[in-house]
């Protein structure tokens, strides 16, 4: 499953894509206040304009939450990043990872999502991820061999994307390395001719959990709950 658990179809779903785009705008200022404000200069913000630009987000709501972030807009950015663990149905574990500007609200409504599952203390879960660097790129030659890429980006791994996150006809790589090599990686992939569509801090299953069939379903609805939650940023979990 790699590094992030991926709600698959989520943006083909036009029913959803209000909250989309709301979370793909929250990204894109939070990553605009954190670093650089100018996408060449800082990867995550770059990833994630390269993501809001696939997802048709208008080029106007983009430009404004790089300069929301940047502090050039009236009224401050107080988004916080809160992280819930817990398991799944199943015993399958999840870490939660949230930008809110409402931590009361967060944490109540999380409290409700996990009912079907069990919500855990900080720590109760996250020893069982390896915090690393994860870069996500696609390329539009499709006979790219990711292995050598890899060692050339200076990652310590890699795995392919599925297909419902690679453009069709191009090959895409998830390239994982130390927390302090994320950049480097990230901007020689980009380079390389690579399109990142993610560059960040993530957590990583140290041991995949092999669910039965009858069982996956009833996780995958678990996770979709959580995921299209609005202050919900990012999902993670053990499930293969």
């Known amino acids: 499953m790699g590094a992030q658990w991926k709600h698959a179809g989520r943006i083909e779903n036009s029913s959803k894509r209000g909250a989309l785009i709301g979370k793909l705008v929250k990204e894109i200022t939070v990553a605009a206040k ?3 404000p100018n996408p060449e200069n800082n990867a995550r913000l770059r990833a994630a304009v390269e993501v809001a630009r696939r997802a048709s987000v208008p080029r106007d709501t983009i430009e404004r939450a790089i300069k929301k972030g940047a502090g050039l807009l009236d009224g401050q950015v107080q988004y916080e990043l809160v992280t819930y663990e817990g398991f799944a149905p199943h015993q399958v574990p999840v870490v939660v990872e949230c930008l809110t500007d409402n931590k009361n609200r967060t944490a109540a409504d999380l409290r409700v999502l996990f009912r079907k599952g069990q919500l855990g203390s900080i720590g109760s879960v996250a020893w069982m991820f390896d915090r690393l660097g994860v870069v996500e790129a696609t390329h539009s030659d499709k006979n790219q061999d990711l292995e050598t890429v890899a060692i050339e980006a200076g990652a310590q791994n890699f795995e392919p994307l599925e297909a419902f996150e690679v453009p069709a006809g191009q090959v895409g790589g998830r390239f994982l390395c130390d927390l302090s090599d ?7 992939l980009a380079k390389a001719g690579w399109v990142v569509t993610l560059s960040e801090m993530n957590y990583i299953a140290k041991n995949l959990l092999d669910v039965a069939p009858e069982q996956k379903k009833e996780v995958s609805d678990f996770l979709v709950a959580i ?9 993670y979990t053990a499930i293969k």
Not at 182 to 188: E, F, G, P, Q, T
Request: charged letters at 40%.
């Open 34 to 36: 954190v670093g650089d």
């Open 182 to 188: 994320l950049d480097s990686v990230s901007k020689y």
């Open 227 to 235: 995921d299209d939650h609005d202050d919900v940023h990012r999902v």
